[in-house]
């Protein structure tokens, strides 16, 4: 398969379908079959003690997964999350970036299987490790 999507055409259509969540995530790398999407971190995304909160971790990868996809499918905003397990390994460094580096194990005509390992900037061990399913919406 080839790509959809380019970076900037996943940034346009993030930032429209998202406005909720732009200027959130950075999306660095496209390739096929993966992405490299970085959480800008701010004071919203800490919890009490001031390192990143599970839920934003957890946003970071569902992300990554939905872009991973729509790069090889093409832009479908109803491509949804069916399931998600989530490994949260080590506290990530208070007030640094995070970045998901996801690779899509599967890509069939209705779901989509991704893992994604999450990395503090500067730490070499991953903070977190997730799988998760995307439905893909019919044609």
Same mark, same amino acid.
């Given at each position: 398969? /080839?790509?959809?999507?380019? #970076?900037?055409?996943?940034?346009?259509?993030?930032? #429209?379908?998202?406005?909720?969540?732009?200027?959130?995530?950075? *999306?660095?790398?496209?390739?096929?079959? #993966?992405?490299? $999407?970085?959480?800008?971190? @701010?004071? &919203?995304?800490? #919890?009490?003690?001031?390192?990143? /909160?599970?839920?934003?971790?957890?946003?970071?990868?569902? $992300?990554?997964?939905?872009? @991973? !996809?729509? @790069?090889? *499918?093409?832009?479908?905003?109803?491509? $949804?999350?069916?399931?998600? /397990?989530?490994?949260?390994?080590?506290?990530?460094?208070?007030?640094?970036?995070?970045?998901?580096?996801?690779?899509?194990?599967?890509? =069939?005509?209705?779901? /989509?299987? =991704?893992?994604?390992? *999450?990395?503090?900037?500067?730490?070499? @061990?991953?903070? %977190?490790? %997730?799988?998760? !399913?995307?439905? *893909?919406?019919? &044609?």
């Amino acid at each position: 398969m /080839s790509l959809k999507m380019t #970076r900037d055409e996943l940034t346009v259509f993030l930032d #429209r379908e998202f406005p909720q969540v732009k200027g959130d995530f950075a *999306i660095e790398e496209v390739g096929d079959m #993966r992405v490299r $999407v970085r959480l800008v971190v @701010a004071d &919203k995304h800490l #919890r009490p003690g001031g390192t990143v /909160s599970g839920p934003s971790i957890f946003a970071l990868a569902d $992300v990554a997964v939905y872009l @991973a !996809t729509l @790069a090889m *499918i093409g832009p479908k905003a109803m491509a $949804v999350t069916t399931n998600c /397990s989530i490994d949260f390994m080590r506290k990530p460094t208070a007030g640094v970036d995070l970045v998901a580096e996801c690779r899509l194990l599967k890509l =069939g005509r209705t779901l /989509s299987v =991704g893992d994604v390992l *999450i990395f503090s900037e500067g730490m070499e @061990a991953p903070v %977190a490790r %997730a799988s998760l !399913t995307y439905a *893909i919406p019919p &044609k």
